[in-house]
């Protein structure tokens, strides 16, 4: 079974540019996690899907920060415009609906220059 | 209330040795409290996990002891090798959503 798949890697912007990230779930699983890791720190939630609806964003900065997932399987997070505080691994996990287990791809670490 | 406080920050232990990792928590509303390993680079893998109504979960060298009346919660590492040099996270689950604790990161001595 194919693990969470998240693109790109690395990514270096300049403060006030936009970035994208991407992510593809484990095959049949229904919940999509964001999650923001800063150096040093656990991961902290960012935003919650649950096939393509929002189950929560609330830590979400949304004047800044944008996540959707259109036909319930990909996912994008987007940061517009970008600020220093944001640089971090952004991680996607995902689990099947209605069990607890997560799992995590590889993130995506991001430098805000 | 929502914190997971997760100690210590760092641990060196020798080969062969016992890793202990404590946490604890005060939202009394976590149903599930898994642990994972994460190496530089690499995003966190699922080790263990409990469920409150269980006081303690051994899987091959990795063990859970679970307090809930303390409000507390550790991963014991038995036996332990330099390839479980990592970082470990605890973390606190309510409706399928985590609260990760800041992080252990062990370093086992050849």
């Known amino acids: 079974e194919a693990g969470v798949a998240q693109s790109p890697r690395y990514k270096i912007i300049e403060k006030r540019q936009s970035v994208a990230f991407w992510c593809n779930p484990i095959?049949?699983?229904?919940?999509l996690y964001w999650y923001q890791q800063i150096l040093g720190q656990g991961p902290k939630l960012l935003i919650q899907?649950?096939?393509?609806?929002?189950?929560?964003d609330s830590q979400l900065p949304k004047d800044r920060f944008s996540a959707e997932r259109l036909k319930g399987v990909d996912s994008t997070l987007k940061i517009q415009p970008a600020k220093l505080e944001d640089s971090a691994v952004y991680l996607c996990?995902?689990?099947?609906?209605?069990?607890?287990?997560?799992?995590f791809g590889p993130g995506t670490r991001l430098t805000v220059t | 209330q929502q914190q997971v406080k997760q100690s210590p920050q760092s641990l060196i232990v020798q080969k062969g040795g016992i890793s202990i990792i404590n946490c604890a928590y005060e939202?009394?509303?976590?149903?599930?409290f898994p642990w994972y390993q994460q190496f530089p680079g690499k995003g966190p893998a699922l080790l263990i996990a409990?469920?409150?109504?269980?006081s303690e979960k051994k899987e091959g060298r990795f063990t859970i002891s679970f307090n809930k009346s303390a409000k507390q919660f550790s991963l014991h590492i038995m036996d332990s090798q330099p390839g479980d040099s990592a970082t470990y996270f605890c973390?606190?689950?309510?409706?399928?959503?985590?609260?990760f604790g800041t992080g252990t990161r062990l370093k086992v001595l050849a």
């Open positions: 996990a995902s689990s099947r609906q209605g069990f607890y287990e997560q799992y």
């Open positions: 095959s049949g699983h229904a919940t």
């Open positions: 939202n009394t509303a976590f149903d599930y």
């Open positions: 899907f649950q096939n393509n609806g929002v189950v929560d």
């Open positions: 973390a606190a689950s309510e409706a399928y959503k985590y609260i």
């Open positions: 409990i469920r409150p109504d269980v």
